[in-house]
C-alpha cells in the first residue's frame, strides 16, 4: 500500500514538473510548482519529517510561489481579456474533480489507517523540531554560521548593486 501511494505521489511530482516546464503560460507554470511542492511536503510527512513538510509548505509554497505570482502579475505574464476555450475549461473541472477525489481518498485512509506517528504520542525523531535543533546547533553549527554570513554578504552585495549613484 505504502509503495503504491508512493507511486501516485511520484506521478503527481513529475505532472507538477511537466507543467512547469511545458506550460507556455507562466502563471500556470508557478501553479505546477505549488504543486509540485505540495507533492514534495507530503513526501517528507511520509518520511516522518513534519517540520521539513511543513517548512516546505510555509516556506516554499506559502511564501516562494507567491512572490513568482506577483512579479509575474507585475510584469503582465498573464495577458488580460484571453477568454478560455470551453474544452480548457472543461479539462481543467475534470482534472479538479479527479484532484479533489484523490485528496478526500488520502484523507479517509489517513483517517481510518492512523498515522503512527499520531498514534506514537510524538516521539522526537528525525524530523522533529528538538532533533533538528539539536543537529543544527551541535553537529551543523559551523556550515549553518557560515551560510548565514555568506546570506548577509549577498544581501549586502544585492542593496549595493540595486542603489542608485547620487554622483
Same mark, same amino acid.
Do not use: C, H, W
Given at each position: 500500500?505504502?509503495? #503504491?501511494?508512493?507511486?501516485?505521489?511520484?506521478?503527481?511530482?513529475?505532472?507538477? &514538473?511537466?507543467?512547469?516546464?511545458?506550460?507556455?503560460? !507562466?502563471?500556470?507554470?508557478?501553479?505546477?510548482?505549488?504543486?509540485?511542492?505540495? @507533492? &514534495?511536503? @507530503?513526501?517528507?510527512?511520509?518520511?516522518? %519529517?513534519?517540520?521539513?513538510?511543513?517548512?516546505?509548505?510555509?516556506?516554499?509554497?506559502? %511564501?516562494?510561489?507567491?512572490?513568482? #505570482?506577483?512579479?509575474?502579475?507585475?510584469?503582465?505574464?498573464?495577458? !488580460?481579456?484571453?477568454?478560455?476555450?470551453?474544452?480548457?475549461?472543461?479539462?481543467?473541472?475534470?482534472?479538479? #474533480? @479527479?484532484?479533489?477525489?484523490? =485528496?478526500?481518498?488520502?484523507?479517509?485512509? =489517513?483517517?481510518?489507517?492512523?498515522?503512527?506517528?499520531?498514534?506514537?504520542?510524538? @516521539? !522526537?525523531?528525525?524530523?522533529?523540531?528538538?532533533?533538528?535543533?539539536? &543537529?543544527?546547533?551541535?553537529?551543523?553549527?559551523? !556550515?549553518?554560521?557560515?551560510?548565514?554570513?555568506?546570506?548577509?554578504?549577498?544581501?549586502?552585495?544585492?542593496?549595493?548593486? =540595486?542603489?542608485?549613484?547620487?554622483?
Amino acid at each position: 500500500m505504502q509503495l #503504491l501511494f508512493f507511486l501516485i505521489l511520484a506521478a503527481a511530482a513529475i505532472a507538477g &514538473a511537466l507543467g512547469v516546464v511545458v506550460s507556455k503560460k !507562466p502563471v500556470y507554470s508557478a501553479l505546477s510548482l505549488l504543486v509540485n511542492f505540495a @507533492v &514534495a511536503a @507530503v513526501l517528507f510527512i511520509t518520511l516522518q %519529517a513534519q517540520f521539513v513538510a511543513v517548512v516546505q509548505i510555509i516556506v516554499y509554497a506559502g %511564501a516562494i510561489v507567491v512572490l513568482f #505570482l506577483f512579479v509575474i502579475m507585475l510584469i503582465g505574464g498573464d495577458l !488580460p481579456g484571453v477568454a478560455v476555450r470551453p474544452r480548457a475549461r472543461a479539462v481543467a473541472a475534470v482534472a479538479a #474533480l @479527479v484532484a479533489g477525489v484523490l =485528496a478526500l481518498a488520502g484523507l479517509g485512509y =489517513a483517517l481510518v489507517a492512523g498515522s503512527p506517528a499520531a498514534t506514537s504520542g510524538a @516521539v !522526537p525523531g528525525n524530523g522533529s523540531v528538538q532533533a533538528i535543533g539539536e &543537529a543544527l546547533f551541535t553537529t551543523y553549527l559551523l !556550515p549553518f554560521e557560515l551560510a548565514s554570513v555568506l546570506l548577509l554578504v549577498a544581501m549586502i552585495g544585492a542593496v549595493a548593486l =540595486a542603489r542608485k549613484d547620487s554622483t
